[in-house]
């Protein structure tokens, strides 16, 4: 039950921040901050929370950053700049998807700074 309520926390948290960026931030470039950040911090949570308690893993990783980050909406935009153009389209979700994986890989790069093997 702790588990289940860590990932509820965690996720109400995440959402609660997703929309605070959305609110403060021109359209389009909410998205983008919460993607590109999620996925960094995603990348840092891996490293350091690798020996830390199950609960504390599914607080930040699945809830407060997986609530934060989202899939569903990059995939209504992508629909949607695939409907005024496959070029736009294309290109949208190739530079998300690259953005965020390098994002996340910085992310395990700083994480594994300073910590002990």
Do not use: P, Q
């Not at 959305?22 to 950040?37: E, K, P, R, S």
């Not at 390098?102 to 910590?115: D, P």
């Amino acid at each position: 039950m702790k588990r289940v309520l860590a990932v509820g926390f965690g996720g109400m948290t995440g959402a609660l921040l997703r929309t605070g960026v959305y609110m403060t931030v021109a359209d389009g470039l909410g998205l983008w901050l919460v993607n590109i950040a999620g996925s960094f911090l995603i990348g840092v949570a891996a490293v350091r929370l690798a020996r830390k308690s199950a609960e504390l893993r599914l607080l930040v990783s699945t809830g407060l950053i997986g609530s934060f980050t989202t899939f569903s909406a990059f995939s209504a935009d992508w629909f949607h700049y695939l409907e005024s153009s496959i070029w736009l389209g294309l290109v949208f979700a190739g530079s998300m998807t690259l953005t965020c994986i390098a994002s996340a890989a910085a992310g395990l790069w700083i994480g594994r700074r300073g910590v002990a093997s």
